[in-house]
């Protein structure tokens, strides 16, 4: 007969250590990061090449589909929510808006006015000094806004910033003039070669401006760090001294 010694039971305390260690997801994690951002553009191009091989109501019904399809893989796989959920709500504007168009281009008309409205919002934030890049960064890792304070860290964002305006502005002019001129099949063809590659061209820009940026925080974090530090052997020593005897 052998003694079996019980499991000691576990720690509450440690158990929430454990819990407060592990850092909290930020918010580009929570949308998915890229796999999200790939998922929310595949009802897309899914519509475009139906589109072109039959006809605006079969695409319609095939991209809210996938659309679908993708939230429904993403729950089962308990992945956020929230980019199945975006995707579903774009789709479903695009699929209305072409629904009460009456015609396959108007499938594209959300994406033309998302375009311009980011671009304009991109363009401004430059002006009032708030670089939409830098700030849309910082919140989706958790890091502060203290680059502001620093002109150089500002007008690394203000040029990732001013190429994502670049890059909104492009896919406004060329697609709007595609829609005018009533150029379905090559108003898809346009919204597919300047989503990725556009959109790649901007994110390489836009981790030259992190990566510089971050260099300069680590540098001014060090600064102050070795600042207080001095500040604390100063402020030490001069308490540690023995004050001197009167006669």
Known sequence: MTDETPAKPADPRTARADDAEKP???????????????????PVAVFVIVNWATSMGPAIWSAVGVAVLIAVVRIIRKEPLMPAVSGIFGVAIAA??????????????????????????????????????????????????????DPKSRRYYDIATAAWTLVFAARLIVQQWLYNADETTLLGIARIAMGYPLTAVAFLVTIWAVRRVDK??????????????????????KYDTPAQESP
Do not use: C
């Open 96 to 149: 209305f808006i072409a629904y009460r168009v009456g015609e396959a281009k108007g499938f594209f008309l959300y994406g033309i006015w998302v375009s311009g409205a980011f671009g304009t919002a991109f363009l401004i934030s430059m002006f009032v000094r708030w670089p939409l890049v830098g700030v849309i960064w910082s919140t989706l890792n958790g890091h502060g806004l203290g680059w502001r304070k």
């Open 216 to 237: 300069r925080d680590k540098a001014r974090e060090e600064a102050e760090r070795a600042e207080n530090e001095r500040i604390e052997r100063e402020l030490g020593a």
């Open 24 to 42: 909290m997801p930020t918010l580009w994690e929570q949308m998915g990061g890229m796999v999200g951002f790939i998922s929310a553009s595949i």
